[in-house]
């Protein structure tokens, strides 16, 4: 019997010896791995934004305006170049999509609104190549780049509720215009970031929830702890942000989804020019005006 114990012993050392040597491997592999800069992208993720500051105004080139059909395939693939004034910021508003109901995960993303009718969401994604196939697992290997894509509600939010026909949530935020401003230039600057120096996308610490909380917390630092189960688990990060006063609403969490569920009537209104104000009407109808807000 010792002499198959020492065996044993002997086999399961040496497993024990190949998974470290696999485990150590596998981490200096990750830690030098490039960022790819080039690849057949996913039709969406193709083409990266980029911003131009000139004093109050800032050029997005590149935003988004694509249409697609019932199986969510381009039908058109459109990008505008569009001049904000940056004076002219009201309103900052955040989205979140579950990814399926009940599920802990929801894809969450920011959209800016301006007092001249304008609108743009900065949406924040790992590039996928046409044979990729996003899962938790492969987002925290170094799988895909970060990207922060500009694009027309008409695109963003739009695709998600007419044509994922997915829930959506569109709450407002507590934030004044100084600094609804801030936190898009911010942003923007982290888009220009990418664009020259990319870095990767990752599940836990660098997804679309993460990264919105690490430019929230640059505005109002220490608003939001640095990692928390609800910034993990991205579909309760609403509950997270309403907890720390970040959206201007005083409804418990279940009124508030109720109120801020824009999925019927985006699916009512359709594809129209003045899409991102009728699928806000219902919330505007009993909320007043923040421009005063502040942290």
Not at 64 to 92: A, G, I, M, W
Not at 258 to 287: C, H, M, W
């Amino acid at each position: 019997m010792s002499v198959k114990r020492t065996k044993f012993r002997e086999i399961f050392r040496s497993i024990g010896l190949l998974v470290l040597i696999f485990f150590v491997f596998f981490i200096i592999v990750q830690v030098f791995k490039k960022v790819p800069t080039e690849g057949d992208w996913k039709d969406t993720l193709k083409v990266l934004s980029t911003a131009e500051f000139k004093g109050n105004l800032v050029t997005v080139r590149n935003v988004r305006n694509f249409q697609y059909d019932e199986n969510e395939n381009p039908t058109v693939e459109d990008y505008y170049d569009k001049t904000y004034d940056l004076d002219k910021l009201s309103k900052v508003w955040y989205i979140t999509e579950p990814f399926n109901p009940g599920s802990p995960f929801a894809h969450t993303f920011l959209s800016f609104e301006f007092s001249d009718g304008s609108f743009l969401s900065i949406t924040i994604e790992g590039r996928l190549t046409k044979s990729q196939q996003y899962s938790m697992w492969s987002g925290t290997i170094r799988t895909f780049p970060l990207m922060y894509i500009a694009a027309d509600e008409r695109d963003a939010v739009y695709v998600r509720a007419n044509i994922q026909k997915a829930e959506v949530y569109l709450y407002p935020l507590r934030a004044n215009p100084k600094d609804g401003r801030l936190l898009l230039v911010d942003m923007l600057n982290r888009m220009n970031e990418l664009s020259v120096h990319p870095d990767w996308y990752n599940s836990i610490f660098a997804n679309c929830t993460s990264s919105i909380a690490s430019h929230v917390n640059k505005i109002w630092p220490g608003i939001l702890p640095w990692f928390d189960w609800q910034v993990l688990f991205t579909n309760y990060a609403d509950s997270l942000a309403l907890e720390k006063g970040l959206l201007d609403t005083d409804l418990p969490l279940d009124q508030a989804r109720q109120k801020f569920y824009i999925s019927d009537i985006s699916k009512k209104i359709g594809y129209v020019d003045n899409y991102s104000v009728l699928i806000r009407q219902p919330a505007r109808e009993v909320t007043p005006s923040i421009d005063g807000a502040s942290f």
